[in-house]
């Protein structure tokens, strides 16, 4: 038994050192990132995120966006951001609420950045606090500017149709019957 034992020990150790990478943790891809090994810091925090881990997730999908291991790949930054943000990681919230923002891998939807931005600001993430209030500040002015641009359509058209009423006659019957009355 003693024997089974430590054979088993022994398999399951051989297996950490034949796959390093199933044996790294995040401080690993920190250290590799940190001294420059981009690449590896990839492998490992690429590896992580795959099982679940939100800031191995969060890692990956800053490589991604910003093109640090390859070409920026939106599509696969916004994949990332959202799996780690959905679990509640504030700072993957501020950066997914930035790609809807500014139309990054996904239609531009400045509604569905207020909700990533606002879920990380009341996080207490500051930086997301104050790219909330831009944000909202933005979405706020662009809806009165259109608010605006509906008015002055408004307007316009119902000027029209007076001008086009006036054109087709330009002293209604009742004006005219008033005119006449008028003794003064």
């Keep these: 038994m003693r024997f089974l034992t ?17 044996a790294a943790d995040y401080s690993d891809g920190m250290l590799a990132y940190s001294s420059g090994d981009y690449d ?15 800031r191995a997730q969060f890692n990956v999908a800053y490589m991604y966006e910003f093109g640090i291991v390859s070409k920026p790949d939106y599509h696969e930054a916004i994949k990332w951001y959202k799996k780690a943000a959905s679990q509640g990681y504030a ?3 501020n950066f997914l609420g930035w ?6 891998g996904v239609d531009r939807d400045r509604v569905e950045a207020m909700k990533w931005l606002e879920l990380a600001a009341n996080q207490g993430n500051e930086d997301a606090v104050a790219d909330f209030k831009l944000v909202l500040k933005r979405h ?4 009165d ?4 641009d509906k008015l002055y359509d408004v307007l316009v058209q119902e000027l ?5 009423r006036y054109d087709a006659n330009p002293f209604p019957v009742q004006v005219l019957q008033e005119a006449s009355n008028y003794t003064g």
């Design 40 to 54: 590896g810091a990839f492998k490992i925090w690429n590896e992580l995120a795959t099982s679940g881990h939100m």
């Design 140 to 143: 706020l002015r662009d809806m």
């Design 145 to 148: 500017k259109q608010f605006q």
């Design 160 to 164: 029209q149709q007076a001008s086009d």
């Design 99 to 104: 790609m809807y923002e500014m139309g990054k």
């Design 91 to 93: 700072r993957a919230q």
């Design 6 to 22: 430590a054979s088993f020990i022994s398999l399951v150790l051989i297996g950490f050192s034949v796959n390093p990478v199933a």
